[in-house]
């Protein structure tokens, strides 16, 4: 079994900052790449960015320049630090992860931006 547990969503105001985590935990030789994602009310869950086991990441356009993705391979961990969010990025954040050719999403973490 693997288990990806989310963490550091909240409410923020229009302009300030959140730091996410994601462990995973369990039944774990390898992680490949991992992600974060977001899913608002009424719409489709959409990619924010990834990172692979290297180090490589991509974000989508709309994030790009506010947020930064990394991981602690170490300790299976991957971060989403958002700076200058807005209203509009209010969602549900996922991370999930490729060990081995199985992927798997965390429960979810709710980010609220608004004054």
């Known amino acids: 079994q693997v288990q990806l547990v989310e963490s550091g969503g909240g409410l923020v105001q229009p302009g300030g900052s959140l730091r996410l985590s994601c462990a995973a935990s369990g039944r774990i030789f390898n992680i490949n790449a991992m992600g974060w994602y977001r899913q608002a009310p009424g719409k489709q869950r959409e990619l924010v960015a990834t990172i692979t086991s290297g180090g490589s990441t991509n974000y989508a356009d709309s994030v790009k320049g506010r947020f930064t993705i990394s991981r602690d391979n170490a300790q299976n961990t991957v971060y989403l630090q958002m700076n200058s969010l807005k209203p509009e990025e209010t969602a549900v954040y996922y991370c999930?992860?490729?060990?081995?050719?199985?992927?798997?999403w965390g429960q979810g973490t709710q980010v609220t931006v608004s004054s």
């Open positions: 999930d992860a490729f060990i081995g050719p199985l992927g798997y």
